[in-house]
């Protein structure tokens, strides 16, 4: 049996960054993991460049059943925080739109960082372990395949269900379960629409296409792009609605964001010899406008149409309405909404309130963020102000 100060359930973004912060205060740490390497999810992230961060990442754009949780966390460890650790490793990044950064490399730097990071202040980290029974008297026991571990502090960084192909589990909630933490309800976030009926056969054969797109529900909408796929809907601006839909609900779609109410009208005075398909087809791809397009109308000039017909085709263009009949579930999701309750944490340690030494960090608490970076400053800074406690 080994005994150690802290033991992190997870290499990830969350249980990295706890343990390299809990190594530089002199804490001896040991990170666990069922993974082959560390930190999987960082590397498949933005497309293998690691959308590390987002500029923008106030607790507004957090999603968690206490809007305000986030916040102390989000203070403390800022983006520009984890800017000055990639200057430090020298590696170099670039900013996209709203916000977001990216490496100009590869998600590998950020792990190789990472991992540099815990090797400097004496981590260890061991993966491929299988991680056994979880207990505790005075302190935390750990039951793996190599040996039992005793801890002072046991942190829960296991993520939550989203990509399940990467090894996701209900680990860190049933440990946090089995401790008398109450959960949120959970439910795959920043994921694919699934439609059915009419609707799924108005985009049949679109797969592929795409456009820049309005996203409503709830009372927030997304501006940026969706794409049509052979079940339904994705994009950002789906995945990011995604988060906010509930089931049996609807999303409005504005597949015309850019354009002026009465837009057609406009054409049909200015133009009244064009197409009406034509007309469409120089705002929209040719094939999406074809789908709303009446079946008499195709072939007709504008000027040709009936102003209320016209004034029907904007509203439903500006105004599609689906009813989503379902999503494409953890498989496809990002993340995953809901987890532990934060009203069971400190939001200054992120320690269970009434289990001293038990701490629990990123995905799989109830805080997610919306799509472009959010994520990942959740993780690293809720990591942070654990390993500053545990």
Not at 52 to 64: A, G, I, W
Not at 220 to 243: K, N, W, Y
Not at 267 to 283: F, I, Q, S, T
Not at 348 to 356: D, E, I
Request: glycine content about 12%; proline content about 4%.
């Amino acid at each position: 049996m080994q005994d150690t100060d802290v033991v992190i359930l997870g290499a990830g973004a969350a249980g990295l960054m706890c343990a390299l912060t809990a190594g530089r205060r002199g804490r001896r740490v040991v990170v666990l993991d069922h993974a082959r390497q560390a930190g999987e999810k960082i590397l498949i992230s933005g497309g293998g460049r690691c959308n590390f961060t987002n500029r923008h990442c106030t607790p507004e754009r957090f999603l968690s059943a206490n809007p305000h949780f986030c916040r102390s966390a989000l203070a403390r460890y800022t983006p520009r925080d984890f800017i000055d650790m990639l200057a430090r490793h020298r590696i170099a990044w670039h900013e996209k739109t709203l916000g977001q950064l990216f490496c100009d490399g590869s998600a590998r730097q950020i792990v190789a960082m990472l991992l540099a990071e815990c090797s400097a202040v004496g981590v260890d980290i061991r993966l491929q372990q299988r991680i056994g029974a979880v207990s505790r008297a005075d302190r935390f026991r750990v039951e793996t395949d190599a040996g039992a571990i005793d801890a002072a502090s046991l942190v829960l960084a296991t993520g939550g269900l989203s990509i399940p192909k990467l090894g996701a589990s209900g680990l860190s909630h049933d440990l946090a379960r089995r401790f008398g933490l109450t959960l949120t309800a959970i439910r795959p976030g920043l994921v694919p629409l699934l439609l059915g009926g009419t609707e799924l056969a108005r985009i049949a054969g679109l797969a592929g296409v795409s456009a820049r797109v309005g996203a409503s529900c709830d009372g927030i909408r997304f501006d940026e792009g969706m794409v049509v796929t052979h079940r339904g809907l994705s994009g950002p601006a789906i995945l990011q609605i995604s988060s906010f839909w509930r089931a049996g609900g609807a999303v409005q779609i504005d597949l015309l964001p850019e354009s002026a109410r009465g837009f057609l009208h406009a054409r049909k005075r200015a133009r009244p010899k064009a197409g009406l398909r034509g007309v469409l087809g120089e705002m929209l791809s040719q094939r999406l406008a074809d789908a709303f397009l009446p079946p008499d109308a195709a072939g007709r000039p504008i000027g040709a149409m009936a102003d209320r017909d016209l004034a029907a085709l904007e509203m439903a263009l500006h105004a599609w309405q689906v009813r989503p009949t379902g999503t494409e579930g953890y498989a496809k999701a990002e993340v995953t909404l809901g987890g532990i309750a934060t009203t069971a944490l400190s939001q200054r340690t992120m320690q269970a309130n009434a289990v001293p030494g038990l701490f629990a960090i990123g995905e799989a608490v109830d805080v997610t963020g919306w799509l472009g970076g959010y994520n990942f400053q959740w993780a690293w800074a809720s990591g942070f102000v654990a390993g500053e406690a545990a």
